[in-house]
């Protein structure tokens, strides 16, 4: 049972279980809880066997009682409340999706700890102070637009932070590109960190693996829509990727191109240099309810300004 932020449940070892160790075991037993906080609890003695405080490598011999006697505590890691506003595209007792607006910071880095996502949501919902970075279990850059999925409570947390390794939530993207994008394709390319500008990630046999989905939305002039999907979820994976083959992103300060494509009238040459960001957005989140195991599937408006470049960059000339 839980009652606000303290948690009070108990559960008998099976025989079967006996030689395991019991970090393990609570695991099994309580699969809403991740075995580190588990892990953090027995060695605190909020979980105890047979009333006994143990290490979390102590082995069962079945049959023992598991007392789980917990308070939720803030995580030391997140940074104060702050008044924001929040576009909330769904909300339950479980989980939050929010609409991120472009030039917002999602989590509190080095000198860095106001005005971020990770500050609104603390003060949205004060719980969320119980779970690492407010509850947010993926991020998009600073200037990418769209949805994020937020959990709010632990079980969720820990449900989704298993859907996402598994690959079960699907993020699909829009960005503009440079040039005309002929078919869709995939692109399966490791990333890592730039050896000298660590700002940046790089195509490196050596990186972690990465394949970005994409198929062309429609042409425009001197561009191209796309519609993509993430395999893998890697730091700037779709800029880098788009890059990689040739077809960077609109707007983008770090991997795309300057100038403007070949082609465009004087208005659309106007509005393509001017757009301030890269032209990438996070337009929909699919993925099962962490409870209910219902299936959900949440889409984020397009910005305005992004909306509006690409009515300026219609109609395509098809014949080029």
Known sequence: MNTGDAIRQQCTVDADRAGQRVDQVAAALWPDYSRSRLAAWIRSGELTVDGRKVKPNYHVSGHEQLVLEARLKPHAANPGPEPMRLEILLEDPELLVIAKPAGLVVHPGSGNTEGTLVNGLLHFDPALQALPRAGLVHRLDKDTSGCLVVARTLRAHSHLVTALKRREIHRHYQALVWGRVIAGG??????????????????????????????????????????????????????????????????????GRRGSPAGLSEIQRDAWRAFPRQALHAIRLELAHPVSGASISVSAPMPEEMANLIRILEPADDAG
């Open 186 to 255: 995939h692109v399966n390319a490791a990333l890592g960190r730039h050896p000298v500008d660590r700002r940046r990630q790089v195509i490196r046999a050596d990186g972690r693996r990465a394949v970005t989905h994409y198929r062309v939305n429609r042409h425009l002039a001197g561009s191209t829509l796309l519609d993509l999907q993430l395999e893998t979820g890697r730091t700037h994976q779709i800029r880098v990727h788009m890059q990689h083959i040739g077809f960077p992103l609109a707007g983008d300060p770090m991997y």
